[in-house]
């Protein structure tokens, strides 16, 4: 199995643009997650998703971020419009859920706002 | 809030000494307990995790202490490795670990050699 595969890996915008991160998980997985990290803030819990169902978003900071899983292969995070304190790398993870916790993390998307 | 409190911020060890990492935690209903290693421009991978029914787990050089009663637990790395130079995360989740990670803030460990 190829792991989490997050695309683009690297996305440099400018404030106000629309953004869309984009994350296949594990084939099997039922359990998707969205992580932001920054040297701030460390990282966070954005948003969980079981089987395609979002369970948690109390983590999503802003009605700005959004977050889809249309299917059990791709989910998708956009921020519209984005902002320079959007800038971060953001993670996707997936994971077996309840009986096999153990999650596995994509290489991540590095976003810049500027 | 900070749910899980992680220290220190920045370890230096010399080659095969022993690694030492702290975590606490403050939400009881937390249940399992992992550790994550993570190298410059990678996402965090899962290095050994832990579940407060059992006070220790090993895996090859690296050991999980878990104190219930303490709300503490601790990640030693034994026979410290240039190769193991990364930042170690601990983290915390309800449900079994279905809920989603809480982490640490993270500890940027250097191996010397």
């Not at chain 1, 400018?14 to 992580?35: A, D």
Request: aromatic share 12%; with cysteine; hydrophobic share 35%.
């Amino acid at each position: 199995d190829a792991g989490v595969i997050q695309s683009p890996r690297h996305e440099v915008t400018e404030m106000g643009q629309e953004v869309t991160l984009r994350c296949k998980p594990i084939s099997g997985h039922n359990s998707l997650f969205w992580y932001r990290q920054t040297m701030m803030r460390g990282l966070e819990l954005l948003i969980y998703f079981n089987n395609n169902v979002p369970i948690d978003d109390s983590g999503m900071p802003e009605d700005r971020f959004s977050a889809k899983m249309p299917n059990a292969s791709f989910s998708t995070l956009k921020i519209q419009p984005s902002e320079p304190r959007d800038s971060a790398v953001y993670f996707c993870a997936s994971s077996f859920g309840r009986l096999q916790p153990e999650a596995f993390f994509g290489q991540g998307t590095r976003l810049t706002v500027v | 809030q900070q749910q899980v409190k992680q220290s220190p911020q920045s370890l230096i060890v010399q080659k095969g000494g022993i690694s030492i990492i702290n975590c606490a935690y403050e939400n009881t209903a937390f249940d399992y307990f992992p550790w994550y290693q993570q190298f410059p421009g990678k996402g965090p991978a899962l290095l050994i995790a832990i579940r407060p029914d059992v006070s220790e787990k090993k895996e090859g050089r690296f050991t999980i202490s878990f104190n219930k009663s303490a709300k503490q637990f601790s990640l030693h790395i034994m026979d410290s490795q240039p190769g193991d130079s990364a930042t170690y995360f601990c983290a915390a989740a309800k449900g079994g670990g279905a809920d989603g990670l809480t982490f640490g803030k993270g500890t940027h460990l250097i191996i010397q050699p």
